[in-house]
């Protein structure tokens, strides 16, 4: 079982920057990790995903703006979200997925307002 605890969310103005973190209960050495986002009525989304081997992808909504990175010697990654926008605003959920099961933080909210 991998447990997943976010962090680093908060209130920022639109073009601020913040950057979350995901802490990992086991080695995430072997695991693609992803961040996903969710607003109210809304189904998850997902933001951006990084394999084993360190290979990234984004949506088309954070791309150039959002860079995800992983330090597998901390069990940690990262989302690193620049120029925010308030259409960015959501609770952003890590996940592991590991042997067919998913597994979830219990996220983090991200406002973007003035």
């Known amino acids: 079982q991998v447990q997943l605890v976010e962090s680093g969310g908060g209130l920022v103005q639109p073009g601020g920057s913040l950057r979350l973190s995901c802490a990992a209960s086991v080695g995430i050495f072997r695991i693609r990790m992803s961040w996903y986002r969710q607003t109210p009525g809304k189904q998850r989304e997902l933001v951006a995903a990084?394999?084993?081997?360190?290979?990234?992808n984004y949506s088309d909504s954070v791309k150039g703006r959002f860079t995800m990175s992983r330090d597998n010697a901390k069990n940690t990654v990262y989302l690193q979200m620049n120029s925010l926008k308030p259409e960015d605003t959501a609770v952003y959920y890590c996940?592991?997925?590991?042997?067919?099961?998913?597994?979830w933080g219990q996220g983090t909210q991200v406002t973007v307002s003035s």
């Open positions: 996940n592991a997925y590991q042997m067919a099961a998913n597994y």
């Open positions: 990084i394999s084993s081997g360190g290979s990234t």
